[in-house]
C-alpha cells in the first residue's frame, strides 16, 4: 500500500459532493441525474446554469479534497478581471493523481479524457502515463469521482465503463460534467494552472518530490456560450495569463538548468497567436498539438533549500485583451 | 434561521429589543460587530448564490478594501424597499423576510413588514460594506428593468470599492456615490441574439465607473467607463 493512501481523495472528492453539491442543487444551479444502474451524474452546465460556487465545488472535488480554490482580480491592462486561484496541499498527488484530464475511455464512438481521483484507483490504466509518475494509488475503493469537460450528458455507457475499469460498483461512482462555454467550466479549466506546471517539469525530468508546495492564479477573461470559442479562451488564460508559484527543496541547479524550457513563451514562433488558431492548426486534437504549446504562461520557483526564486515567463496581456473582448466588443 | 446563523458564528451580535414581537438584532450599532458581519450581510441578502469576498483596489500606492462578488444568479437580487427615519434609514427585503437599519440612534418600536431587523451604526463598516453591495443591486435591478428575463441574465462579477469610513454621514453618503462612480467595476454575463440589445441596454445603465456587459451568445464584451484612479485619489482625499 502506497504510504499516502490514508489521503483517501475519492472519499474526500465524494464527501464534497455529498455534503456540498447534492443537497444545495438548486442554489447551485445544478443538476442531479440517477442512472439506471445506479451511477450519480451532477450536471453543471449542460442542461443548467452552474455557477461560482459550483465551480469551486468541482475543482475541490476534482482535486480530491487536497486543494481550495478561491475567487480574486487581476488587472488586464486598464481592466480588473476575475481570476481563480488555487492553493494545493500534497501538489504532486492533487494533479498527478487527480486533477489531470489524461484517463482516457471510449465513450460514444471516440476517446474521452476525464480527470478527478478516479484516476488514482488501484490498476491505473498503463496509458495514463501522468497518474503513473508517482507513486499513489489508492486500493479497493468503493467510491470514485470523475470530472468531464462535455456538452453530452454523461449516460450509462460512461459510468459501466468507468465502473468496469475501476471495479468500483455503480452507486459509488460519481460523474460531474460541465461544457467549457459555462462558469463552471471556464472556472474548472483556468484553474488547471499548477495542473500546466507540473507535467512539463516531468518531462524534463525535475523529481516532482522536490515540490512541497504549489499555489496557481489565472484570470477568467471572458464566458460564453460558443463552445469552440470557450475552449480557445480558456486556454489563453493558462498559456498567457497563469502564473504558478512551487516552493520546492532541491539544489539550485535542478531549476536554473530547465528554467528557460518551461513557458510558453518559449514558442516564439507562435507566442501571441489566440490559441483557437493554434489549435485549428493541430485540426482540433490534442494528440497532434506539439507537447511543448501545453506550457505554463509564467512559473515562480521558490527554492526553501537556498532561499533562492526564479521566475521564467511573461504575461501575454495583448491576446488576453483580445479574449476579453471579442471579435466585436468595444469600450465607449 | 438568519438571527440563528449570525450566532452560530460567533459574532458580536446581541438581541437588543423586541418591536411589536420582531426581535431586533444588534449588528453594529452598539456592538463591535464590523467587516465579516457585513460580508455575512450581504451572503444572506443573495442567499449563498454566489461568493462573497473582500480584495483591494490599488489607487497608486494605496490599497482600498473592495467588496468583490462572484453572482450565480443576478436576476434575484432585488433591491430593499427603503423607509426614510429621523434616525436613519430602514431596508425592507420583505422576500427575505428581513429588514436593515441603517441607524445612528434606534428608533422607537415600530410595526414592521418583516421579521427580523438587523440594526447597524449608518457610518459603521456594517453600513459600509452593505451600501457598496447596494451598487450592485441596484444595476442588476436596472438589467432585469431593461428586459433581461432569468434565462438571459446569467451571472456577475462586480468589486466595489470600500471607501475610508468617517463619523460624518454627509461625508459617508458622498463616499458611497465616488464609490460607485469612480471606484466600481459591475460585470454581467447576458444572451441576447443582437449585440445592439446589449449596448442600448449598457447605454441605459447608471454611472458607474466600469460597466461590462457580456453576450455570451455574440462571445463579444461592451464597456462603459474604466476605474477612474487619479480622480478617486482627488475625491477621496488620499495622498
Not at chain 1, 470514485?144 to 475501476?166: H, N, S, Y
Amino acid at each position: 500500500m502506497p504510504k499516502n493512501s490514508a489521503l483517501m481523495l475519492n472519499r474526500n472528492a465524494r464527501e464534497i459532493l455529498e455534503q456540498k453539491v447534492i443537497p444545495f442543487a438548486d442554489e447551485l444551479g445544478v443538476k442531479i441525474l440517477h442512472l439506471p444502474g445506479g451511477s450519480t451524474v451532477i450536471d453543471m452546465g449542460i442542461h443548467c446554469r452552474g455557477g461560482f460556487v459550483a465551480a469551486r465545488h468541482f475543482v475541490e472535488a476534482c482535486l480530491g479534497g487536497l486543494g481550495a480554490l478561491t475567487y480574486g482580480k487581476i488587472k488586464l491592462k486598464t481592466h480588473w478581471v476575475p481570476s481563480v486561484r488555487v492553493m494545493l496541499t500534497e501538489p504532486a498527488i492533487a494533479i498527478m493523481s487527480a486533477f489531470i484530464a489524461s484517463y482516457r475511455v471510449p465513450w460514444k464512438g471516440h476517446l474521452v479524457s476525464l480527470s478527478g481521483p478516479g484516476r488514482c484507483i488501484k490498476d491505473r490504466p498503463e496509458d495514463d502515463h501522468f497518474a503513473h509518475a508517482i507513486s499513489y494509488y489508492e486500493p479497493e475503493v468503493q467510491e470514485a469521482v470523475f470530472c468531464i469537460q462535455t456538452t453530452d450528458l454523461p449516460d450509462e455507457e460512461l459510468a459501466g465503463e468507468l465502473c468496469r475499469k475501476t471495479g468500483v460498483p455503480p452507486e459509488g461512482m460519481f460523474i460531474v460534467a460541465a461544457p467549457t462555454g459555462c462558469v463552471v467550466g471556464a472556472v474548472q479549466v483556468c484553474a488547471r494552472n499548477v495542473e500546466q506546471a507540473l507535467p512539463t517539469l516531468v518531462d524534463r525530468g525535475f523529481p516532482l518530490g522536490n515540490v512541497v508546495e504549489a499555489y496557481g492564479v489565472t484570470p477568467v477573461v471572458s464566458i460564453t456560450d460558443a463552445e469552440e470559442i470557450a475552449y480557445g479562451r480558456v486556454n489563453d488564460c493558462l498559456i498567457y495569463g497563469q502564473v504558478s508559484t512551487l516552493y520546492v527543496r532541491c539544489e539550485d541547479e535542478e531549476i536554473t538548468q530547465i528554467l528557460e524550457e518551461i513557458p510558453f513563451s518559449k514558442n516564439r514562433d507562435v507566442y501571441g497567436l489566440p490559441f483557437q488558431e493554434l489549435f485549428a492548426r493541430c485540426e482540433n486534437d490534442w494528440v497532434k498539438v506539439p507537447r511543448d504549446w501545453d506550457a505554463p504562461c509564467r512559473l515562480v520557483f521558490m527554492n526553501l533549500k537556498t532561499g533562492n526564486t526564479f521566475s521564467t515567463g511573461s504575461i501575454g496581456y495583448d491576446t488576453l485583451q483580445q479574449s476579453f473582448m471579442g471579435k466585436d466588443g468595444f469600450v465607449v | 434561521m438568519i438571527k440563528e446563523d449570525f450566532f452560530a458564528r460567533k459574532e458580536p451580535v446581541k438581541e437588543l429589543a423586541v418591536w411589536q414581537g420582531v426581535p431586533v438584532l444588534d449588528m453594529g450599532l452598539t456592538t463591535r460587530c464590523a467587516w465579516a458581519s457585513g460580508k455575512n450581510l450581504v451572503k444572506q441578502v443573495i442567499q449563498s448564490r454566489g461568493e462573497v469576498a473582500f480584495g483591494e483596489i490599488w489607487v497608486g500606492e494605496s490599497p482600498l478594501v473592495s467588496l468583490d462578488l462572484c453572482l450565480d444568479d443576478p436576476f434575484r437580487l432585488h433591491a430593499p424597499v427603503v423607509e426614510k427615519l429621523a434616525e436613519g434609514e430602514l431596508h425592507h427585503f420583505t422576500d427575505l423576510g428581513f429588514s436593515v437599519g441603517l441607524f445612528h440612534a434606534l428608533p422607537a418600536a415600530r410595526a414592521m413588514p418583516t421579521q427580523l431587523l438587523l440594526a447597524t451604526s449608518e457610518t459603521g463598516p456594517v453600513a459600509s460594506v452593505y451600501r457598496s453591495f447596494l451598487h450592485t443591486v441596484q444595476t442588476a435591478g436596472e438589467i432585469r428593468a431593461f428586459g433581461f428575463g432569468e434565462t438571459d441574465f446569467l451571472w456577475g462579477w462586480t468589486s466595489v470599492i470600500l471607501p475610508p469610513l468617517s463619523d460624518d454621514i454627509v461625508l459617508t453618503e458622498q463616499r458611497v456615490q465616488v464609490a460607485a462612480k469612480m471606484g466600481s467595476v459591475c460585470g454581467f454575463w447576458l444572451r441576447a441574439g443582437q449585440d445592439k440589445t446589449i449596448q442600448k441596454c449598457l447605454a441605459s445603465l447608471s454611472e458607474r465607473a466600469e460597466i461590462r456587459l457580456h453576450n455570451l451568445v455574440s462571445s463579444n464584451t461592451f464597456v462603459r467607463g474604466v476605474l477612474r484612479e487619479t480622480e478617486l485619489r482627488q475625491a477621496l482625499n488620499l495622498t
